[in-house]
C-alpha cells in the first residue's frame, strides 16, 4: 500500500474521509472523472442521487481494478455534485455507503465536494474523480 491516511492533531476529524494522504509509490494513477454510466453507457439511478454516487463510485473502483489498484491507492477524491446544498449530504453519504459497502472498502481519502451547475449529461447528477499511487 503506497498510500498512509491522517487526521493530523490540530484538524478536525471528520468521518467521511481523511485531512492528509502521505504517498510513497511510484506511479500515479489518474481517473477521469466518473458517472452514473453502467458498463454499457446507460445512466444508473436517473434523478436518485445517492444510487448515482454508489454508481460512481462502483465506477472508479473498477477503473482502479483495471490498472492493478484499490481504494486503499487512492490518495484524493473529488466529487462534483450538480446544485449541492448541505441537505443532500445524507443521500451522498448514502451512496458511498451501498458502494462501500459492496467494494468491501471504506473510501476515506481526503476528498474535495464542490457544487457545480451542471455536468456534461443532464440526467447526471453527480462525477466523481480520484488521483491514486502504486508502487
Not at 62 to 75: I, K, M, N, R, Y
Amino acid at each position: 500500500m503506497a498510500v498512509t491516511l491522517v487526521n493530523p492533531e490540530g484538524l478536525p476529524e471528520i468521518d467521511a474521509y481523511r485531512q492528509v494522504s502521505v504517498s510513497t509509490g511510484s506511479k500515479l494513477v489518474f481517473i477521469a472523472g466518473q458517472v452514473a454510466w453502467d458498463a454499457d453507457g446507460v445512466t444508473v439511478g436517473e434523478g436518485d442521487l445517492a444510487a448515482q454516487v454508489e454508481q460512481c463510485y462502483l465506477n472508479i473502483g473498477t477503473a482502479l481494478a483495471g490498472v492493478g489498484a484499490s481504494f486503499e491507492d487512492v490518495a484524493k477524491l473529488t466529487v462534483h455534485i450538480v446544485g449541492w446544498t448541505p441537505e443532500k449530504m445524507p443521500l451522498f453519504l448514502e451512496g458511498v455507503s451501498r458502494a462501500a459497502a459492496k467494494l468491501g472498502v471504506t473510501p476515506v481519502p481526503p476528498g474535495t465536494l464542490l457544487g457545480v451547475a451542471a455536468l456534461d449529461v443532464p440526467e447526471h447528477l453527480v462525477e466523481v474523480e480520484a488521483t491514486a499511487v502504486i508502487d
